[in-house]
Nanobody, 113 residues
C-alpha cells in the first residue's frame, strides 16, 4: 500500500516562504509523475503542481513563479518550495502520484498577517 506523509506546513506571514516535503512509502516514486494538491478551507481540493519522472514541471497559474516542485528519487521524496506566500495560499496541502486517488493526511499552511 502506497502511503504519503506530508510535512513542513505552518503559519507564515504574507511574503514569507515555506518548504513542504512528502515522503512516499510502499513504492518507488522514480517511475511516476508526482503531484501536489491543496484544499482551501471550505473549498474543493485543487491541483497545484506536477513533476514528471524526467523532471518536467507544471504549475497552476496562481502559483507559477512563486512555487517550485522538486523530487529526490533516492529519498523517495517530493518537495514544494513556496515563496512570496499570499493569504490565498492558505490550505491543506497533499502530495500523491498523479492520477492516483489516494491521499495522506496533508500538511496545513496558513498565511496571515
Amino acid at each position: 500500500q502506497v502511503q504519503f506523509v506530508e510535512s513542513g506546513g505552518g503559519l507564515a506571514q504574507p511574503g514569507e516562504s515555506l518548504r513542504l516535503s512528502c515522503v512516499v512509502s510502499g513504492t518507488s516514486l522514480s517511475a511516476y509523475t508526482m503531484a501536489w494538491y491543496r484544499q482551501p478551507p471550505g473549498k474543493q481540493r485543487e491541483w497545484v503542481s506536477t513533476i514528471t519522472p524526467d523532471g518536467a514541471t507544471r504549475y497552476t497559474d496562481s502559483v507559477r513563479g512563486r512555487f517550485t516542485i522538486s523530487r529526490d528519487n533516492a529519498k523517495n521524496t517530493v518537495n514544494l518550495q513556496m515563496t512570496n506566500l499570499e493569504p490565498g495560499d492558505t490550505a491543506d496541502y497533499f502530495c500523491t502520484i498523479y492520477g492516483l486517488n489516494d491521499w495522506g493526511r496533508g500538511t496545513q499552511v496558513t498565511v496571515s498577517a
